[in-house]
């Protein structure tokens, strides 16, 4: 798809990797530009029912280009994660700014996507590393919200998500202190669902999962679960309804339940 991120769809998954492998798939604008396009043209494409993103050589993503803070020392403003004439306070993207959209971007697409992370997820990485619902971890695996190390704060997204998954203090510490932690603490913190030793293969093994499940009660199902994070008992439980009668009785319904029966995989349509 670009010099940046390749994709292969193939039985109704999207496999995304970061090729950027020379440089660690570190984000620079290119990459960024990269991820907003393809998480938006993957949202548009109704073949695909699953993605899994992942990061190609020795990293699944080491954070922003660190050209980025050499300018900076240099005095030269112009960060990689905004366009001339615009700040972080413009929302280009839906309630998002540019940098926001590289995980937003996948937090919010209509289907799961599944993260497979090995190697280094700092900064922007490990934010990004959030965007997706599901996250297989190399125990291995180098983490850090690294931004206070270059005097920064995380600002790229993934803190809304941060404080669904893992505990307020830990999220501090780790904030506060830029320290580096491992894929088995990623968790233990509830920053990782799996630990894994092969990441890759057993996203796509979960990929293959979904796939095979009815997509008009899968994406209900995300849709329902994305509109639960500030939604009141009320709001939830009238989402609950809203999206069960669009799929029930609904031919994708009525297929699970006849593949269900009959001990077959489902014939879905898109």
């Known amino acids: 798809m670009s010099e940046r991120i390749s994709v292969e769809i193939k039985n109704h998954i ?4 970061l090729i950027r492998s020379d ?16 998480s938006a043209e993957l949202d548009a494409n ?36 905004i366009k001339t004439g615009q700040t972080l306070v413009d929302r280009t993207h839906g309630n998002a700014n540019r940098a926001q959209q590289i995980v937003q971007g996948w937090r919010q697409m209509r289907v799961p996507v599944i993260a497979a992370v ?6 922007g990485g490990f934010q990004l590393s959030l965007g997706p619902d599901i996250r297989f ?5 180098k983490l850090s919200i690294m931004e206070v190390k270059w005097g920064l704060i995380p600002d790229m997204g993934g803190t809304p998500i941060m404080r ?26 509830g920053f990782a669902t799996h630990v894994s030793e092969t990441p890759y293969e057993d996203a796509m093994a979960l990929a293959r999962e979904i796939a095979e ?15 639960l ?20 009785g609904k031919p994708n319904q009525i297929e699970a339940v006849k593949a269900g029966l009959e001990k077959r995989l489902g014939n879905f349509t898109d």
Not at 14 to 17: C, R
Not at 61 to 73: E, M, P, Q, V
Not at 165 to 189: C, M, P, Q
Not at 236 to 241: G, N
């Open 14 to 17: 999207a496999d995304v990797k």
């Open 23 to 38: 440089k660690m798939n570190a984000l620079d604008d290119e990459m960024i530009t990269a991820l907003i396009e393809t």
């Open 46 to 81: 109704r073949d695909v029912r699953v993605v899994v993103l992942s990061g190609e050589g020795r990293a699944f993503c080491a954070g922003l280009d660190t050209s980025n803070f050499k300018r900076t020392a240099e005095g030269t403003p112009g960060p990689a994660t």
């Open 118 to 123: 090995h190697g280094i997820a700092f900064g």
């Open 137 to 141: 971890v190399h125990p291995e695996t």
């Open 164 to 189: 669904a998954i893992a505990g307020d203090d830990i999220i501090r510490e780790l904030t506060y202190t830029a320290r580096i932690f491992s894929g088995s603490d990623a968790k233990a913190y």
């Open 213 to 227: 499940r009815s997509p008009s009660a899968v994406q209900n199902s995300k849709k329902m679960l994305n509109a």
């Open 229 to 248: 994070f500030d939604a009141t008992e009320a709001d939830a439980l009238m989402t609950e309804s809203v999206l069960q009668e669009e799929v029930m």
